[in-house]
Each structure stands twice: as C-alpha cells, then as structure tokens.
C-alpha cells in the first residue's frame, strides 16, 4: 500500500527487514491464523480447552510482538546500537513465545485427537 509513494518505496525495497517484516505478516499472520481458524471452524481444534485458549493466545501475542520487533529492527537510524541489541533480544523472545504458543496448539489438538481415538475401540 506505502510503496506507492515514491519516498516510501526506495525505503521498503531497500530495506530488507521490511520485506522480511512483509512476508512474515502474510505467511505467519494471514496464512497461520486462517489454517487455525479452519481448524477451529471445523471442529478439529476445541477452543473451550484452556490450554488450546492459552496456545492461541500466546501465538497472537506472539506474532504481533515479533511483528512489532522486526519493524523496529528496520528503523536502524533511529535506534542505537544497545537499543538494537535489545530488539534482537526481544525478537528471540517473542519467537519462543511464539513456539510455546504453537505447542500448546498442538498439544490440545493431539489430546483431543486422543480422546476421540478411545471413543472407538
């Protein structure tokens, strides 16, 4: 949408974090939480467990933190090299929030699936 105007254009195409940050909201974001939500449309994942509740609720914090990181990581001139250090910290952070997040998922879905399974003998 920005890199229609030109000032923002040779900052978006110049700056790879921004195309990391792009690409990360489309797969990450868009993509993981319609194959959730299909899931959960579908009833192949209960959200009423909590810890299904719980995974889904760190994989948006999640994802909207290392969003948040990457597009700070991308204003380079505007931060200093200790607040830099701080963003990757941070980054890495979120990213294992993140992995507990989709662990979580998985591990109410694998017990739901379990419990289906000793429904029929």
Not at 26 to 35: E, K, Q, R
Request: with cysteine.
């Amino acid at each position: 949408l920005f890199s229609a105007i030109p000032q923002f254009s040779t900052f978006i195409y110049t700056n790879r974090d921004m195309i990391i940050l792009y690409l990360h909201l489309m797969f990450l974001g868009v993509a993981t939480c319609y194959l959730f939500g299909l899931w959960i449309q579908n009833n192949r994942l209960d959200i009423r467990k909590p810890i299904t509740k719980a995974g889904i609720i760190l994989l948006l914090f999640g994802i909207l933190s290392t969003e948040l990181f990457i597009g700070l990581r991308s204003l380079p001139q505007y931060l200093t090299y200790e607040s830099f250090l701080i963003v990757n910290h941070s980054l890495l952070v979120a990213s294992g929030v993140l992995l507990v997040g989709v662990l979580l998922i998985f591990s109410g879905y694998y017990y739901q699936l379990s419990l289906r399974l000793k429904q029929y003998p």
